[in-house]
């Protein structure tokens, strides 16, 4: 056997050990190469098979009979660029007079099989431009999120979506968001990354947790108020809308209304303002918001109508006072009473884990996309974490946050204590902690000796 073909041998085991074992190495060594063949040979005979190719113009038909030459062939899209990525291919194609992004779009899974790859979506940058987006492998299989993202105030990595793109949680783009998800559908998760993201930012963190405080509270560090009842939780949102309306106040009195001020400095909003007068943003995470809905007596029923009074009011008029809200829960249906609904229309960002039943999905995405409501109610439950994501543009993608545990997130949280802001008309709600090398002297002294 000679030197070569060893070699060859040995670089086949590799590929077929890195495709079993790493799918992202694989794709990164052979398989980037491979799609790219795949895609510049087939490309002609896969458009005209699914349809996306174009009959030659008049005037083509014309030159070729006053030449005696054969009819032109069918036109497919103009590839304007092809451009690798650690997980896959992106195609930038100029359509051809005639045809749409939407026929594209339907085509994607025809497209996925004909060029062999995982998954292809589809989205119109421009009139008559598409970007494809092929993903090699199953990326949600093993999320693995790049190192480097975009950072910008109010807005976290929180996901990694299906194409390979990074998934983000934008507050000043989407102020408020609700999360669905039954048990064990990784909804806790997504909420610790969403947390452990905005930890390192100047915000201010508001939690309302009633299954006792056991999700939110043992990142108290990093929360400049918590509550792990109704009944705190009610004074807690009624003290944010007091302080809501303190901001706009100081919005007021700073709006610099003269003739010597340009248009866009004028203040319609907390981030309109001077950075040294600016309040602080604040994010409102709300756990298990049914619990806040329910009740069983009539002095319950006066508290529930007061909270979701005081939710309504946040999420209409909360976003030009950096107020944002996140709202999570296994149902949010019209069950839970009235006002819901209200506030259920507010709520612009929109992600839903595994659900128990179709009504739960459409609680999420009815209004928006019958194709996310199909998706959510496909996701099995050996895949913890997966989830559908979408927004009142009736956009939706496949998500999954990588898994951080809850002594990472604590960590994370306890690194960044020292940013927790104090803010007056929250200080009764701030959660009572111990120094950490106190906190760390007492387990010391707790824990057993040993012989």
């Not at 999700?215 to 400049?224: G, I, M, N, T, V």
């Not at 709202?327 to 960002?349: D, V, W």
Request: proline content about 6%.
């Amino acid at each position: 056997m000679t030197w070569s073909t060893v070699a060859l041998l040995l670089v086949v085991v590799t590929a077929v050990l890195l495709r079993w074992r790493r799918p992202a190495w694989y794709w990164m060594t052979f398989g980037v190469t491979f799609a790219a063949l795949r895609v510049a040979f087939r490309y002609a005979s896969v458009m005209d098979a699914c349809g996306l190719t174009v009959p030659p113009s008049r005037w083509r038909l014309s030159l070729a009979r006053m030449t005696n030459r054969p009819a032109p062939e069918s036109q497919a899209p103009r590839i304007l660029r092809m451009r690798p990525t650690r997980t896959g291919l992106v195609l930038r194609l100029k359509l051809r007079p005639g045809q749409d992004a939407f026929d594209v779009a339907a085509a994607t899974d025809r497209l996925r099989h004909s060029f062999a790859m995982y998954g292809v979506t589809s989205r119109e940058l421009r009139s008559g431009v598409v970007e494809l987006r092929m993903t090699g492998y199953d990326v949600l299989e093993r999320v693995q999120m790049p190192t480097k993202v975009d950072s910008a105030p109010m807005r976290v990595p929180v996901a990694l979506r299906e194409d390979g793109a990074v998934h983000y949680r934008d507050y000043r783009a989407v102020p408020h968001g609700l999360t669905l998800g039954a048990t064990e559908s990784g909804k806790s998760v997504y909420q610790r990354n969403l947390v452990a993201g905005l930890a390192g930012q100047d915000v201010a963190l508001v939690g309302i947790d009633c299954k006792q405080g056991v999700e939110l509270f043992p990142l108290a560090r990093r929360f400049s108020a918590l509550a792990d009842n109704p009944d705190t939780a009610l004074e807690l949102l009624e003290a944010l809308v007091a302080h809501m309306e303190d901001v706009y106040q100081l919005i007021r009195a700073e709006q610099r209304i003269t003739v010597n001020v340009p248009d866009a400095e004028i203040a319609a909003d907390i981030w309109d303002l001077p950075d040294d007068i600016r309040p602080t943003p604040v994010v409102v995470l709300v756990d298990e918001v049914a619990e806040l809905a329910l009740f069983a007596t009539k002095d319950e029923e006066k508290r529930r109508d007061r909270i979701i009074t005081a939710l309504v009011r946040l999420a209409q008029l909360g976003r030009a006072a950096g107020i944002y809200l996140e709202i999570c829960g296994q149902r949010f249906g019209s069950e839970l009473g009235k006002g819901i609904t209200m506030l259920r229309a507010q709520l612009t960002g929109r992600t839903a884990h595994r659900v128990n039943d179709e009504t739960s999905a459409n609680m999420a995405f009815g209004d928006i996309s019958p194709d996310a409501v199909l998706a959510a109610i496909q996701i099995s439950t050996d895949t913890p974490g997966v989830a559908v994501a979408g927004d009142s543009t009736g956009g939706w993608a496949r998500i999954r946050a990588p898994h951080t545990s809850l002594r990472q997130a604590v960590n994370i949280c306890n690194r960044n204590a020292d940013r927790t802001p104090d803010l007056p008309e929250l200080a009764a709600f701030r959660p009572a902690v111990a120094p950490l090398a106190s906190a760390a002297l007492s387990l010391s002294k707790a824990a057993p000796a040993t012989a």
